[in-house]
């Protein structure tokens, strides 16, 4: 079973920041948590993933709580094309295996003109 | 980002016979590729982990013997599902790791069984 929990659905208006939460209130010390969207007919895209601490790339910030227990998926300008549906995953990383990837039920993003 | 590619992106069979699917690692080493499918509407449900040179470690509730995993080397996974059914129709879509953390997927096969 996934580990976290997130809105099904977003509406945000566009050249507006989106911001998707995502509770994971069980990870473990060694868990990551990592975003990936998919758009529609197409395989999950990776987006961003952290520990701990904050992390920003080209496409989004991510915010961790302090206690490890949520995060936030930040798109700073949202346009059309970010509609999609966001999964927020834990999981553990780094080795030559690492751990599964469990996808939720994800929340599922209308960019709006 | 690295690139998995799949295919065939798109199949049709006719009820009781074989298809194949192909995931390849195009610039990068996979030691681990994951297959998932997905029904309409629904999330990706995992099927099976494939290490290279070993065997397939399936979920619960998915068939070995029904979807078979070959993980012949670091830059090839295929999944075969044999005596297809129309419930068998869904999106496949296979993900694959290498020695960094994330996982890169392939743009999915759409197989529909007739």
């Known amino acids: 079973d996934a580990k976290t929990t997130q809105p099904p659905s977003m509406d945000c208006a566009e050249g507006r920041a989106a911001n998707l939460p995502c509770n994971h209130s069980?990870?473990?010390?060694?868990?990551?948590v990592y975003w990936y969207r998919q758009i529609h007919s197409q395989g999950p895209q990776y987006i961003i993933h952290?520990?701990?601490n904050n992390e920003t790339n080209e496409m989004a910030s991510l915010i961790i709580t302090e206690d490890r227990k949520s995060s936030t998926l930040i798109l700073p300008h949202a346009t059309l094309r970010d509609t999609a549906v966001y999964y927020c995953i834990v999981r553990v990383a780094g080795g030559n295996q690492g751990g599964k990837l469990i996808f939720g039920q994800g929340t599922e993003l209308s960019v709006k003109p | 980002g690295a690139v998995v590619s799949q295919h065939p992106s798109r199949v049709i069979c006719k009820s009781g016979t074989s298809v194949k699917i192909e995931c390849r690692s195009l610039d990068f080493q996979a030691t681990t590729m994951f297959w998932y499918r997905q029904f309409p509407k629904q999330s990706l449900m995992l099927m099976a982990t494939?290490?290279?040179?070993?065997?397939?470690?399936?979920e619960q509730g998915v068939e070995k013997d029904k979807f078979l995993i070959n993980h012949a080397s670091l830059t090839l996974s295929t999944l075969t599902v044999t005596s297809a059914h129309p419930e068998d129709s869904s999106f496949y879509i296979c993900?694959?790791?290498?020695?960094?953390?994330?996982?890169?997927f392939g743009q999915g096969t759409r197989l529909t069984v007739v």
């Open positions: 069980t990870i473990s010390g060694n868990e990551y």
């Open positions: 494939s290490n290279e040179g070993s065997k397939a470690t399936y």
């Open positions: 993900s694959a790791i290498g020695q960094g953390a994330e996982a890169f």
């Open positions: 952290g520990l701990k």
